[in-house]
């Protein structure tokens, strides 16, 4: 994913299989997600789409042959969420490529987007399912690269990952020993209510996934690290001591 933050606008790139009717329809709806709600994570919902008002007051979105937008200001009715408006093609994006674009509220750019672009960690890929890029660029109003960041995962193998940020001067690296483990028969709880999994209070599964860092590839760095639920909720003190051969024969 690429954000691209300019003074009026943030336009994300993702290439993602692009838009379906039914990813269409659920956007034009309430309540309505195309996703399927499996897989091994809480929450599938996510915060839904429509939050992209809290910022902006328009949302372009590009996906292979769709281009339409979404509009809505504060104080107008929200119909402007849900009934989607055809637009022609400007600044096409590539094949391959969706892109969102969203016209932010004047005041926005400094005081939210830019300061949450900038608790982005290198971690968080791997705590997500699909993401394994990162690129966030910050131009100017004559289109000057202000700064940029890159974030990138890579498997070196089965519980060996390395992660790699970059500014455009410098790149940092750091190797993780990773180990998943899947937890079953999960009671169901309010605070991860999910109608299409706790149907009927019926148990679930969550996937638990631990990430050791590494100094260098062998050897466990003894610091405590961030939890995550997909993004940072913060630094609890966790310090796991063990012993991590992660590219041994054994």
């Excluded at 993602?16 to 709600?37: H, I, M, N, Q, W």
């Excluded at 979105?61 to 509009?71: C, D, L, R």
Aim: charged share 20%; aromatic share 8%; hydrophobic share 35%.
């Amino acid at each position: 994913m690429t954000f691209k933050v300019t003074p009026s606008c943030v336009t994300i790139d993702c290439n993602e299989d692009g838009f379906t009717p039914d990813d269409v329809t659920a956007l034009c709806d309430v309540g309505k997600s195309a996703r399927t709600g499996s897989g091994p994570y809480f929450s599938t919902d996510g915060i839904g789409f429509k939050s992209v008002f809290k910022v902006a007051y328009k949302a372009h979105i590009q996906s292979e042959n769709y281009s339409f937008s979404f509009n809505h200001k504060p104080g107008q009715p929200g119909m402007g969420m849900i009934s989607p408006t055809w637009e022609e093609h400007q600044d096409r994006p590539p094949a391959g490529i969706t892109r969102i674009k969203l016209f932010v509220h004047s005041e926005t750019i400094s005081s939210t987007i830019l300061q949450q672009l900038g608790e982005v960690q290198t971690a968080h890929l791997m705590f997500l399912r699909n993401i394994r890029r990162i690129n966030i660029i910050r131009v100017n109003d004559t289109g000057d690269i202000i700064s940029s960041l890159k974030f990138s995962i890579s498997q070196d193998s089965e519980n060996a990952i390395c992660l790699k940020e970059e500014n455009g001067v410098e790149k940092e690296k750091q190797h993780y020993h990773v180990v998943k483990y899947l937890v079953h028969q999960i009671l169901p709880h309010e605070n991860r209510t999910n109608p299409r999994i706790d149907t009927e209070n019926r148990c679930v599964s969550s996937e638990v996934v631990l990430a050791f860092p590494l100094d260098g590839v062998e050897k466990q760095v003894a610091s405590s690290q961030q939890v995550f639920a997909f993004s940072a909720i913060g630094n609890m003190g966790f310090k796991v001591i063990c012993e991590i051969h992660p590219f041994s024969s054994s």
